[in-house]
């Protein structure tokens, strides 16, 4: 341990010796009891612990619990140099384990998830790009250079520098020497610089300055609320919500802001840095660890008073968390399907509601979830009308393909042809919208029929032709296209099926041989880095006609688009997802919502094959209050979220049998289910069914809302022990059902 230095309280709450209960990030399914070091410890005090024979973090959660004599304790052996972790946040933490019904051993890891956590604050060397260039660059040179240009100006350490571009650490020093990259010494806790929250914004519209007033207001209340902010892409939500951020800067509260997606973080750290002249903290997948263990101890420290981030934000130590913006909050991307398995908007609103905080949802297709608590009344609304400036929602229109002639292989219909001819000829942007990535979906034998599959997913390969490779998108394996049929060895038959982007692109290219095209799909991008800067190009004008798959769905803003066809309509609503309904409303209403945010009126074209089905009818006459309360009605009927609700059970193993047998033998003893008026479906094969060479099967538990569904599901299991090979997960709230 290191010197703390800080002063510590003179009565301190456990004194030396006196027993602790000590939670860790480890896997033991209860608190451990220590004896308090020298010099005491608190409730709250991170404190480094002994562990069999390794050292680990933990977290004092009060007084130890043992009837064992203090004397047989091992000691604490020392409190870190860490802000304590305060009530709010330990109290979220056992409300998440209990709402998730996730150990709580794993909740304390999904919030001391950064590195070097343990370590004291020292001064550390760290290395950016310098400004000489380097004499000779050999291939290792190339790549340190390689990784600075990626971290973008930001300093990097040794370790990280060296073990990410696959060098020994003589390379870099080589450089140092060079003056190509500088060396650094930084303290490790630097604070971010102070956001000047009493800069003006811009000068808002009514409606905007009348939704800003209110969230201003809630904010300076200091008690908790939810606020459902709607408006269509465009109307200025972003803007109005920066009113609310403002207002709990100055009051020296701190701000989170999640957005679904890191591509987006870079162009909303910008307006951040416009509005309050300094740039905030970042925290998710793409922020360097040095980075990231800063962000982590400054958010304890109050050094960070904006941090923008990825759901996992939620999780870190924030001293005073004032408010929470959970942008384009409909988004699927905000539940994390792996490890602990949660919501992160749901968990915003429980941390908010635990710490006296405000809690904006901003979205212009707002989640069926977040509608009908806004019905019930358990969250403000705000609307957004119109478009800010000029335009209003694009034109939309449907083509229908079963008039159209398409010849086979094609995409593109006649209609959608000219109207893109039309806007690229005018000097306009068009683009192509198809959720697809790759370049074919399927991959079939002429011969013997054979579709190409994932060995380890129940899935098939994608072709990337850009890659030159099969690609499975579920675990990601990927090999080589292969010249025969692996089923009956023909060579030369095996033929692309279906459209994915890059098949587009090649269309595209042939029907607009003088456009400039760009293509935006996530797996084209090495990083995060060039994916910002083919959006900064198109944003700029450089690029007539982009082709994208979800990616561009979400928040970019080109102003110079006028038009968006989409390829496929119909693609979301195959199917049984019951969702499918209100995720396909929301894909369509929000690509459509691309154009025409500049100045000209923008189109909306949508290629379907039912015009007449109402979800397609509901996004082309844009009756979203017909279309939400058509839905809810049907939910409510059927019992389902948000009116009922759900939770699934997901056994995985790696024969079927071994999952189902496990399965039925759950289903069979529901008793603790039925005492709450549960019913229980299933073993059926979860919606993927089989990945990474597990076989998945789902038990699908449902209760009306208000019945104790967590408490029931843990009496439930309890008796229960999986065979060996068994992984059970319990889903609450699936995202599909
Ligand atoms: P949303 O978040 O609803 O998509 P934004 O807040 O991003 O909308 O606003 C859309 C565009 O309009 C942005 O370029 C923004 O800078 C601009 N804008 C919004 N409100 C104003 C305003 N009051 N004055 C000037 N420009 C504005
Ligand atoms: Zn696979």
């Not at 991307?333 to 809690?359: F, H, I, P, T, W």
């Not at 090495?526 to 982009?546: M, P, V, W």
Request: hydrophobic share 45%; net charge positive; with cysteine.
């Amino acid at each position: 341990c290191t010197e703390s230095g800080k002063a510590r309280p003179v009565i301190p709450e456990f004194e030396q010796g006196k027993p602790v209960a000590v939670l860790t990030a480890q896997p033991i399914g209860r608190l451990l009891d220590y004896r308090a070091p020298e010099g005491g410890c608190a409730t709250g005090d991170f404190v480094r612990v002994p562990l069999g024979p390794r050292k680990v973090v933990g977290v004092v959660w009060g007084a130890g619990q043992s009837a064992l004599d203090p004397a047989r304790l091992r000691d604490v052996i020392c409190v870190l140099d860490l802000p304590p972790m305060g009530e709010a946040m330990r109290t979220f933490l056992i409300r998440a384990a209990d709402y998730t019904l996730t150990p709580l051993w794993a909740m304390l890891r999904l919030a001391t998830r950064a590195p070097g956590l343990a370590e004291g604050p020292v001064m550390q060397k760290v290395y950016r790009r310098g400004g000489a260039a380097p004499a000779r660059l050999t291939q290792a040179r190339a790549r340190v250079l390689d990784v600075l240009e990626g971290y973008g100006g930001l300093p990097v350490t040794m370790g990280e520098l060296s073990a990410q571009a696959g060098v020994s650490t003589s390379v870099v020093r080589g450089l140092v020497t060079a003056g190509t990259v500088l060396e650094e010494d930084t303290p490790r806790d630097r604070p971010y610089p102070r956001l000047d929250a009493a800069r003006p914004g811009k000068p808002l519209a009514p409606d905007q300055a009348t939704a800003a007033g209110l969230l201003r207001a809630a904010v300076r209340a200091g008690a908790y609320g939810t606020t459902l902010l709607k408006g269509v892409t465009g109307s200025g939500k972003t803007e109005v919500y920066l009113e609310a951020v403002a207002e709990c800067l100055a009051r020296g509260r701190q701000v989170l802001v999640l957005l679904p997606e890191i591509a987006l973080t870079a162009e909303f750290l910008t307006r951040v840095e416009d509005r309050f002249a300094a740039r905030p903290a970042e925290w998710h997948s793409g922020v360097t660890m040095t980075e990231r263990r800063r962000c982590w101890r400054m958010v304890g420290q109050g050094g960070a008073q904006l941090v923008v981030g990825a759901r996992s934000a939620l999780f870190l130590p924030f001293r005073d968390l004032g408010l929470i913006v959970v942008d384009e909050e409909h988004d699927s991307s905000y539940k994390q399907e792996d490890g602990v398995l949660y919501n992160a908007r749901d968990m915003a609103v429980l941390r908010a509601s635990l710490g006296a905080a405000q809690v904006v949802l901003a979205s212009a297709t707002p989640s069926l979830e977040s509608w009908a608590n806004a019905e019930a009344g358990k969250y403000a609304r705000l609307n957004l009308g119109a478009r800010f400036g000029a335009g209003g929602m694009p034109r939309m229109r449907a083509v229908d393909m079963r008039v159209e002639a398409v010849p086979p292989g094609r995409w593109i219909s006649p209609s959608l042809e000219r109207a893109v001819g039309a806007r690229v000829r005018a000097g306009q942007q068009a683009m192509l919208f198809l959720n697809r990535r790759g370049y074919a979906p399927v991959t079939v034998c002429r011969a013997c029929g054979h579709q190409i599959g994932c060995s380890q997913c129940d899935a098939r390969m994608v072709e990337h032709r850009f890659r030159k490779r099969l690609v499975c998108h579920q675990c990601g394996e990927n090999r080589p296209v292969p010249e025969a049929c692996p089923s009956c060895g023909v060579a030369g038959k095996l033929a692309a099926l279906g459209p994915g982007v890059e098949r587009l692109a090649e269309e595209a290219a042939v029907l607009f041989p003088e456009a400039r095209l760009a293509v935006l799909s996530s797996d084209i991008f090495g990083s995060a880095r060039a994916l910002k800067a083919q959006i900064e190009a198109i944003a700029a004008g450089e690029a007539d006609l982009i082709i994208g798959t979800q990616l561009v769905a979400k928040g970019h803003n080109f102003p110079k688009l006028t038009l968006v066809g989409v390829i496929d309509a119909d693609l979301g609503l195959q199917g049984s997802d019951l969702r499918a309904a209100e995720h396909t409303f929301q894909l369509m209403r929000q690509v459509a919502g691309r154009a025409g945010r500049g100045a000209q009126k923008g189109q909306a074209l949508l290629q379907t094959w039912q015009p007449d089905h109402p979800v397609i009818r509901a996004i082309l006459t844009g009756d979203e209050e017909g279309f939400w309360r058509a839905e809810a009605g049907q939910r409510k009927a059927a019992g389902m979220p948000p009116f009922g609700r759900l939770a699934g059970i997901i056994l995985s193993a790696p024969a079927p049998e071994t999952a189902f047998d496990f399965g039925t033998a759950l289903a069979r003893h529901d008793g603790p289910l039925r005492r709450i008026g549960a019913q229980v479906f299933g073993p059926a094969p979860a919606p993927i069914a089989r990945i990474r060479g597990r076989h998945r099967v789902r038990l699908l538990v449902k209760v009306t809302k208000g019945a104790p569904l967590q408490d029931a599901i843990a009496d439930w299991l309890a008796p229960h022990t999986p065979p060996a090979g068994l992984r059970l997960a319990v889903d609450i709230d699936p995202q599909s059902f």
